[in-house]
């Protein structure tokens, strides 16, 4: 007797990988690499890109992502190298001054802050608030550069679901 070939458990295969794949396209988010000050971060559609002076003039780099329900993710690379050499900006003192920095400049609240760790860059991790918004942050600094990744949200909302996989994805090079 001959066997018939099985076109629907062939089918349902086929169904299930393109589901698989097409799940996996859908997802939308891609790292966006910086040679320049050598970081690299994932994020859930295409950041818009602006080269930018950070305080006191130090070159950087500012990337921005609109997300669902009026939040945004961004991320900020600062070269501070010349200020630290200059005596300008103290290493010590950098996380604990662009945390206290932002609080100050946007009148937030710090909820809970936590001490890092990520590949041997120390860092700091925060979670803020005032009454229009929720701002999520994790600072990074490694070998003079600063890098930053942010989700904020209107408060009533909350910072962006997308923020966890973002911030984890910041990595300094």
């Not at 994020?43 to 997300?67: Q, R």
């Not at 662009?98 to 809970?112: G, N």
């Amino acid at each position: 007797m001959a066997r018939r070939p099985n076109f629907a458990g062939a089918a349902c295969v086929a169904a299930m990988l393109a589901l698989a794949s097409g799940s996996l396209a859908a997802d939308g988010w891609s790292t966006y690499h910086n040679a320049e000050f050598r970081f690299s971060v994932d994020t859930p559609s295409p950041p818009e890109i602006k080269a930018n002076d950070l305080a006191a003039g130090l070159p950087g780099v500012t990337g921005t992502v609109a997300v669902a329900g009026g939040g945004g993710l961004f991320f900020e690379a600062g070269d501070f190298r010349a200020a630290i050499s200059a005596g300008k900006v103290d290493p010590a003192h950098l996380l604990d001054q662009m945390m206290s920095r932002d609080l100050s400049a946007l009148r937030l609240t710090e909820d809970e802050g936590a001490v890092i760790d990520v590949g041997g860059a120390p860092g700091r991790e925060y979670t803020a608030h005032n009454a229009e918004v929720v701002m999520k942050k994790r600072i990074l600094l490694k070998a003079g550069r600063a890098y930053t990744a942010t989700g904020i949200g209107l408060a009533a909302v909350g910072a962006p679901a997308e923020y966890a996989r973002f911030a984890r994805s910041l990595k300094p090079d």
